[in-house]
C-alpha cells in the first residue's frame, strides 16, 4: 500500500524501542496484508534463488492487464484515460526490464455511482474482472490512500488523484501483486524510525536477511515506514536491532521513499515476482498475447469529417488503420487545444471509426485520434492527429444519398426479442455497409448489404440488447443515412 500521507519526519531523533518480534506478521495496518503463508513463500524462493536453485518457466512472461475506469452514473469521475495510458507506458517499460511484457488486455468504463469507491470491491470484482488478467481498478479518490493489492480480492485498486496517480504507485502495487513485500516489512506502522534503536529487523550484515524483513537478501534494511523524502547528507539514520547504523537504500521500488528517490528492483526482487507467476499465478499465462506489441511510430490519418459542414445529429468519424495500432484514444472537444475541461466525448476504441448523436447544430469542434499499441501504450502521447468540423442545423436526411428515395427503420421502438426491418427504396443499386452503434458510438453490429434498384429490406437481430437508445447507420460510397432506434 501506498498512502497519501507525506509526513517530514527527517532529523527527528528520538530514542525509542519499536518494531515487531521475529516471525510476527503485522497485522491489517496496510491495505496490503501479507499473511505467514505468502512470506514463507517468499522466503523459499529466496533460498532456492540464493543457491542457484530457482528456476523459470520461461524466458519472459507476457501478462495481460484490464484496466477498469470507475466512473460516475453520469460518466463524471474516474480517470481521464489518456493520463492512465501515459502512466501505463511508464509502468509496461519498468517491468519490461525485468522479463515481466505487461500488456493492456483491456480498457473497460464502468458508470455506477455505487462504484466509485473501492468499498464495494468484492461485489465489483465478482461482476467485471477479467479472468486470467491482472484486474486494476482505478478510482477517483481513496480516501486516505494511493492505492494497494488486496490478496483477500487478488485486485490493485488505484487512486486517479494526480498526486498519487504515478508510473511509481503503480510499479509498487504490481508489485506487491507479485508478492513483493514492503522492503520495510515488520516495520507498518511505526513511523520513519529515523534514529531510532529497533529490536526487531534484518542485520546490516545481513545475516538474517532471508528470515526477516522482506526475506529478500539483496534489498538491504529498511526500518521506514513513513513516506519521507531521501536523506541528504545525514539524513534519515537507522539502526539495525544490534546498534549497527546504517544509511536505507532509498532506491527500492518497495520502499516508502518519495517518488523522485525509488527506480529499481533487485535481482532478488525479480526471482521472487517470476517465481510467484509460476507457482501461483499460472492463470495469467493462459491467454495468447496480441501477435503485435510493437510500437506505434506513426500518426493516425483522419478521413472524415474535416473541414466541412455536418448534420448536427449524427455525425460519423473515420480514419485510418496505423501501422502497429491496436487500440486507439478517440476524442471530440471545443477547442483545438483539446481542453480536458471542454472535451465532448472521448473512447477507447478498437474500431476505426466512431458515431457521435449529441453534437449541438451550427457548432465547431475538433477531434483527434491518438493510435497506440497494447503492449506500448507510450506512442498515446505525442502522435495525435486533430481536424475540426463544423455542424449545420440540419438533420441527416435521405437525399443525402444520390439514388436513394426512403429509408425507414421498423418497428421502433422496438421489443429485443423482435427482429428489426430496414426498408430502402433506392433509384440504383450500389453496395452499402449496414452497421449498429450503441448510446457510447460504438459498433456492435456491421454487415455488407447490396440494394438493388427498387425496394430493399434487411433484418437487423437486436436480440438480447440491452434496452437503450441505438443508431442504425447505412453507409455507401458517396453519403450515409442513420436512424435512432429504441430497443425497449
Ligand atoms: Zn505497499
Known amino acids: 500500500m501506498k498512502s497519501i500521507a507525506l509526513l517530514l519526519t ?279 498475447p496480441p501477435a503485435n506489441l510493437n510500437p506505434v511510430t506513426e500518426t493516425a490519418e483522419l478521413n472524415s469529417p474535416l473541414d466541412v459542414e455536418k448534420p448536427y445529429d449524427q455525425v460519423l468519424f473515420s480514419w485510418d488503420a496505423t501501422p502497429n495500432a491496436t487500440l486507439y484514444y478517440f476524442e471530440i472537444n471545443r477547442v483545438a487545444s483539446f481542453s480536458t475541461a471542454l472535451r465532448v466525448a472521448s473512447t477507447i476504441t478498437e474500431e476505426t471509426q466512431y458515431v457521435s448523436y449529441d453534437l449541438n447544430p451550427s457548432t465547431t469542434y475538433y477531434w483527434r485520434v491518438l493510435p497506440f499499441n497494447k503492449g506500448n501504450s507510450c506512442s498515446a502521447e505525442g502522435t495525435s492527429a486533430s481536424g475540426s468540423f463544423t455542424t449545420t442545423d440540419q438533420e441527416v436526411a435521405v437525399e443525402d444519398v444520390e439514388g436513394l428515395e426512403a429509408f425507414e427503420v421498423s418497428p421502433n421502438p422496438v421489443n429485443n426479442n423482435q427482429p428489426v426491418t430496414v426498408y430502402l427504396n433506392s433509384k440504383k443499386a450500389m453496395d452499402g455497409q449496414l452497421s449498429l452503434y450503441n448510446i457510447a458510438g460504438q459498433r456492435i453490429h456491421s454487415e455488407a448489404v447490396q440494394v438493388t434498384a427498387s425496394d430493399n429490406t434487411f433484418n437487423l437481430d437486436v436480440q438480447g440488447l440491452a434496452a437503450g437508445l441505438y443508431v442504425v447507420h447505412l453507409e455507401f460510397a458517396d453519403g450515409a443515412v442513420q436512424q435512432k432506434l429504441i430497443v425497449q
Not at 518457466?57 to 501478462?63: A, N, V
Not at 487512486?159 to 516495520?187: K, M, R, V
Not at 529490536?199 to 532471508?210: F, I, L, P
Open 10 to 288: 527527517i532529523g527527528l531523533i528520538t530514542i525509542s524501542f519499536s518494531g515487531f518480534s521475529q516471525g510476527e506478521v503485522p497485522s491489517d495496518w496496510c491495505g496490503t496484508q501479507f499473511t505467514e503463508e505468502m512470506m514463507n513463500k517468499v522466503q523459499s524462493a529466496t533460498e532456492r534463488h540464493m543457491n542457484g536453485t530457482l528456476t523459470k518457466s520461461q524466458p519472459i512472461y507476457d501478462i495481460p492487464m484490464t484496466l477498469h475506469n470507475m466512473r460516475n452514473t453520469n460518466g463524471t469521475g474516474g480517470v481521464d484515460p489518456l493520463t492512465t495510458l501515459e502512466v501505463f507506458c511508464e509502468v509496461i517499460e519498468f517491468y519490461a526490464q525485468h522479463d515481466i511484457n505487461l500488456y493492456i488486455h483491456e480498457m473497460k468504463t464502468w458508470d455506477n455511482d455505487n462504484w466509485t469507491t473501492d468499498q464495494a470491491l468484492g461485489t465489483i470484482k465478482l461482476i467485471t474482472a477479467e479472468d486470467n488478467t491482472v484486474n486494476i481498478y482505478n478510482f477517483r479518490d481513496l480516501p486516505g490512500l494511493c492505492g494497494y493489492f488486496t490478496p483477500q480480492y487478488d485486485v490493485l485498486a488505484l487512486t486517479g488523484n494526480s498526486q498519487c496517480y504515478t508510473q511509481e504507485t503503480i510499479i509498487h502495487e504490481l508489485g506487491h501483486y507479485f508478492a513483493l513485500p514492503h522492503t520495510f516489512f515488520g516495520f507498518e506502522g511505526t513511523g520513519s524510525n529515523c534514529g531510532v534503536y529497533v529490536t526487531s529487523g534484518e542485520r546490516v550484515d545481513g545475516s538474517n536477511c532471508a528470515t526477516s524483513a522482506d526475506r529478500i537478501c539483496d534489498t538491504p534494511p529498511d526500518n521506514s515506514a513513513d513516506r519521507i523524502p531521501c536523506p541528504g547528507g545525514n539524513g534519515c539514520q537507522m539502526y539495525d536491532r544490534d546498534g549497527v547504523a546504517f544509511f536505507p537504500d532509498v532506491t527500492n521500488i518497495m520502499s516508502y521513499f518519495f517518488d523522485n528517490c525509488v527506480n529499481q528492483f533487485t535481482e532478488g526482487q525479480r526471482a521472487v515476482m517470476h517465481n510467484k507467476i509460476d507457482e501461483d499465478r499460472q492463470d495469467l499465462l493462459v491467454l495468447t
